[in-house]
């Protein structure tokens, strides 16, 4: 069964019509098409307008469409020109303007630019995995990556840092880096990360310095919770471009 979905920060909220318009033409399709709103952590079936309007889309809300079924690619076409009347679907790079500007405005102190995301189409083993991870931080960032490397790896001996099926957050406070930073990896191919849990392909590495204030971690243990949270977890699991995995870890940390 085919999967799709868009990903896009609304510039208007959703009216009456708009909900109107968007559960007609999910009638239109056999595919199971769902709406999140990120930013409110609410899903609803989309074919429901009166669910549609429960969501109370906002300007400045994150959301995703989520499209299952053999008809998802031509669905995922329709349900693409209509999101971007409503925002601004997340796919070229040039679309990571917003969330970038939304992490230096309220975590200035914070790095997470969209070359710090990568993607894997082979196979990796769990020290591949952490050493591209390792690699995606900003090197002006990081005075020793070999022992950063070696921080990691005891971290994981004690532990393995997996969050959920499909999703591991290795960690690390480390005098190796100077100031917060995050790494995203996603994997085509299934990853064991050594958990009865099961293998991962969506890893987020988190470097923070070490002696860091309470106040500099906040922001983790928002994205922490945010990961435990199913609507968070399934809509980052289902972004298919790394503007779109961006936007929901950086809101992620913003809470």
Known sequence: ??????????????????????SRLAGMFKSCIRGTNLTRRQT???????????????????????????????????FTCWCGELGQPLVRPATAALAEQRLADALPDYFFTLAQLGHCQTGLDKAQALSQLIDLLPAQLVTDSAGLADEIASREQIAATIIRPGLAMPHVLSSRVTRPALALLASKAPIEWGSRIGPVQTLILLAIPAGSPRETLLPLTRLARAMLDDVIASALLRASSSPARQAIVVESLLG
């Open 44 to 78: 609803v079936t989309v074919s429901n307008q009166l669910s549609l309007l429960t969501l109370a889309i906002q300007p400045g809300d994150l959301c995703q469409l989520q499209i299952e079924g053999n008809d998802a690619e031509l669905a995922h076409m329709a």
């Open 1 to 22: 069964m085919l999967t799709r979905e868009i990903t896009f920060y609304c510039h208007h909220g959703m009216s009456i019509t708009q909900a109107k318009q968007l």
